[in-house]
């Protein structure tokens, strides 16, 4: 049976209501918001690939798997880096440019996550690799409400409750703004540019107020309108590798400042 394409708001009524209820049968447990005439699906009625990942998602709201194998297979080496965040950075190596080829650096990114979901994993996928930084980027996905409603404060203390883990564990930590947008192209309800801004002025004084490193990834590829400047993105949220291009040497110089601080 060919697949429905159904909206990212149907797909979170969907998880919240039906799924995590009965991942294999589709049933009517509420009401259906207002506006929304169709029949509520089972699984089968989804293409594979969107089967499988809100399955997934029903019963793995981290996706703790992701990484589990990888994590294990990685041996003890000094100066390991983790670079911690979503698609930003699971993608900075599928991008048409390397991830700093050389360097003993890890990335444990996963496109579409949300604080809530990095903090759930933040052992797993960061404190059990023992690295002497973690680059944390993280905050998007809350603004654009990709698991539900969210605020800036259940963003913000989130990546406090990372950042003070990764200090109990001796980790250094360098924490990078989030990037300008002025639009999500899958909510485009949401309009990001300044709720991000707000997002990077708590993070720089935060930062700022606990000895911690911040990368300004933001100055560099915004716009006047709060967006990605020409050139750095095709959609207005991820990098091109040109914006890639222009992050590295600011991830880098952030790691070296972070490396001269005591864990």
């Not at 993105?233 to 992050?247: C, L, Q, W």
């Amino acid at each position: 049976m060919e697949g429905v394409d159904y909206t990212q708001d149907q797909i979170r009524y969907l998880l919240k209501h039906v799924w995590f209820l009965d991942p294999e049968v589709g049933r009517d447990v509420k009401p259906l918001p207002a506006g929304w005439n169709w029949t509520i699906p089972t699984t089968g009625e989804l293409t594979v690939n969107q089967a499988n990942g809100y399955k997934r998602l029903s019963y793995d709201i981290a996706q703790l798997e992701r990484y589990r194998h990888e994590n294990e297979r990685l041996t003890e080496q000094k100066n390991r880096v983790v670079f911690y965040g979503d698609s930003i950075t699971d993608a900075w190596d599928r991008k048409g440019t390397e991830f700093f080829p050389g360097k003993n650096y890890v990335n444990r990114g996963i496109s579409g996550q949300t604080t809530a979901q990095m903090l759930i994993r933040f052992r797993q996928d960061v404190i059990d690799l023992h690295p002497a930084v973690v680059v944390i980027l993280a905050g998007t996905n809350d603004i654009a409400g990709n698991l539900g409603p969210s605020s800036l404060k259940m963003a913000a203390d989130n990546i406090e409750s990372m950042v003070q883990l990764a200090r109990a564990n001796g980790i250094r930590v360098v924490l990078c703004s989030l990037l300008p947008a002025d639009h999500y192209n899958w909510r485009p309800d949401v309009k990001p540019a300044a709720y991000i801004r707000e997002m990077n002025s708590w993070m720089k004084k935060y930062a700022a107020d606990k000895g911690v490193v911040y990368v300004d990834y933001y100055s560099a590829l915004a716009n006047a309108d709060g967006g990605m400047k020409e050139g750095t993105s095709k959609d207005g949220v991820h990098p091109t590798a040109e914006g890639y291009a222009i992050m590295a040497p600011l991830a880098e110089a952030g790691i070296t400042a972070a490396m001269k601080k005591k864990p």
